[in-house]
């Protein structure tokens, strides 16, 4: 076709010289714009990894704060009332879980145990009068001296 046609090869040939001088002139400068490019994005992504840290450490520490003031001012109002009554409870003499359960007005086991028993005796109010074995079906508890100053504060 080239032969019969020089024309038409010339301006193929021309077409295709053209060509590589562009792509030769502006591949280069693609992919210095998309190496920046990439480069932005790491910069970017970086920078918002930085902040999003800060941020996150200061926004957790007042927040942290905020909610412990409150839900220990909360708990600990709740708690020591359960508790106070609790000890009003045992003043007289030592009771069994289920006659806790009948001093207290209350039903479900598990609420006098892990509201009411377990925390005046971790903060040492209350003592159990068999401390070796406290699955004992004959266990009762009974005020400790804190206990008693509690109550008469």
Not at 68 to 92: A, G, S
């Amino acid at each position: 076709m080239c032969l019969k046609n020089g024309l038409f090869c010339a301006s193929i040939l021309v077409l295709w010289n053209y060509f590589k001088l562009l792509w030769g002139f502006f591949w280069p400068v693609f992919l210095s714009e998309r190496r920046e490019l990439k480069t932005t994005e790491q910069v970017t992504e970086q920078v918002t990894e930085q902040v999003t840290e800060q941020v996150t450490e200061q926004v957790t520490e007042q927040v942290t704060e905020q909610v412990t003031e409150q839900v220990t001012e909360q708990v600990t109002e709740q708690v020591t009332e359960q508790v106070r009554h609790l000890l009003h409870c045992l003043e007289d003499h030592p009771l069994s879980v289920k006659e806790a359960m009948k001093c207290l007005g209350l039903q479900h086991r598990p609420t006098v145990v892990y509201d009411y028993l377990r925390p005046a005796t971790d903060a040492g109010l209350v003592e159990m009068t068999q401390p070796d074995s406290p699955r004992s079906p004959t266990q009762k508890y009974r005020l400790a001296q804190e206990g008693r100053d509690f109550l008469t504060e």
